[in-house]
Nanobody, 124 residues
Framework: VQLQASGGGLVQAGGSLRLSCAASGRTSSRYAMGWFRQAPGKEREFVAS????????DYSDSAKGRFAISRDNAKNTVYLQMNSLKFEDTAVYYC??????????????????WGEGTLVTVSS
């Protein structure tokens, strides 16, 4: 499975962005998908996840109420809608795939595939 994230950019605080992650591979729609982010000087952290069917979703505390993850399996694409962006949301955002979904923060070692990151910069 290959993943390609896009949609990052510069946005003012309070604004919105939608990230996309295009997956390739015959079995990509069977994977649970997630978004992570890594701010400068910080460790990569879990942001949101969604199961293969798109029914189950989970979010980090910082993302709850502001971000929404979704997927379109017909297009092999996962989205992260980010609203009410804050300066502290500035980071490189990565999409990730793993074979099974579970609620809670995903550990980095549980990820089967990573995509290239896309930079989100929120100006204060």
């Amino acid at each position: 499975v290959q993943l390609q994230a896009s949609g990052g950019g510069l946005v003012q605080a309070g604004g919105s962005l939608r990230l996309s992650c295009a997956a390739s591979g015959r079995t990509s729609s069977r994977y649970a998908m997630g978004w992570f982010r890594q701010a400068p000087g910080k460790e990569r952290e879990f942001v949101a996840s969604i199961n293969a069917s798109g029914v189950r979703k989970d979010y980090s505390d910082s993302a709850k109420g502001r971000f929404a993850i979704s997927r379109d399996n017909a297009k092999n694409t996962v989205y992260l809608q980010m609203n009410s962006l804050k300066f502290e949301d500035t980071a490189v955002y990565y999409c990730a795939a793993r074979q099974s979904f579970y609620y809670g923060s995903w550990g980095l070692s549980a990820i089967n595939y990573w995509g290239e990151g896309t930079l989100v910069t929120v100006s204060s």
